[in-house]
T-cell receptor, first 116, second 110 residues
């Protein structure tokens, strides 16, 4: 089991461009979580998705950010019109649960997004 | 609102010395507490969770609801314990999402 796979590992974008971050959960996992880590800070929850459904997006910025987890393929975190403040590490995690809070989440290596 | 506080950003000990990484939380309800660890050039991985009440790599952590703490302890630190440690919380009112502390960088010196 390759674990949670995120790509790309590093992504460089210029201000105003779009960034697309991909996450393939562990085999058998149907729940995906996205977290953001700004420099010198801890991980902050962004969004929780199941296949074709957004369950909790309370941590997502109101504008420019969106996430999806289609029936087929990886989960995508999309950031439109990126700004310098979007520079961060974005981590994806997955779990096999039906949403119960006592199941551990397994993390990917993260995508380091740099905005020029 | 739920919150996790790790008061020490950096912690340095000598090999063989006891180590304690502090974690305090605020949550109105019964939380689930976790410790995650990130070794150099590796991904974040679960170290232990309070519900399991187990010892992993010599580390233990006890949930103290009176003091709202979940400190991570090891009686004799090893050089390979050097890593970034994150305390995290989840609870029924917050669904599955994890709330993380800012992390403590542990360095074990020879």
């Amino acid at each position: 089991n390759a674990g949670v796979m995120q790509n790309p590992r590093h992504l460089v974008r210029r201000r105003g461009q779009e960034a697309r971050l991909r996450c393939s959960p562990m085999k058998g996992h149907s729940h995906v979580y996205w977290y953001r880590q700004l420099p010198e800070e801890g991980l902050k929850f962004m969004v929780y998705l199941q296949k074709e459904n957004i369950i909790d997006e309370s941590g997502m910025p109101k504008e420019r950010f969106s996430a999806e987890f289609p029936k087929e393929g990886p989960s995508i975190l999309r950031i439109q019109q990126v700004v310098r403040g979007d520079s961060a590490a974005y981590f994806c995690a997955s779990s096999p649960t039906t949403g119960m809070s006592n199941q551990p989440q397994h993390f990917g290596d993260g995508t380091r997004l740099s905005i020029l | 609102a739920q919150r996790v506080t790790q008061p020490e950003k950096l912690l340095s000990v000598f090999k063989g010395a006891p180590v304690e990484l502090k974690c305090n939380y605020s949550y109105s309800g019964s939380p689930e507490l976790f410790w995650y660890v990130q070794y150099s050039r590796q991904r974040l991985q679960l170290l232990l969770r309070h519900i399991s009440r187990e010892s992993i790599k010599g580390f233990t952590a006890d949930l103290n609801k009176g003091e709202t703490s979940f400190h991570l302890k090891k009686p004799f630190a090893q050089e390979e314990d050097s890593a970034m440690y994150y305390c995290a919380l989840s609870g029924l009112s917050s669904g599955s999402r994890l709330t993380f502390g800012e992390g403590t960088q542990l360095t074990v010196n020879p």
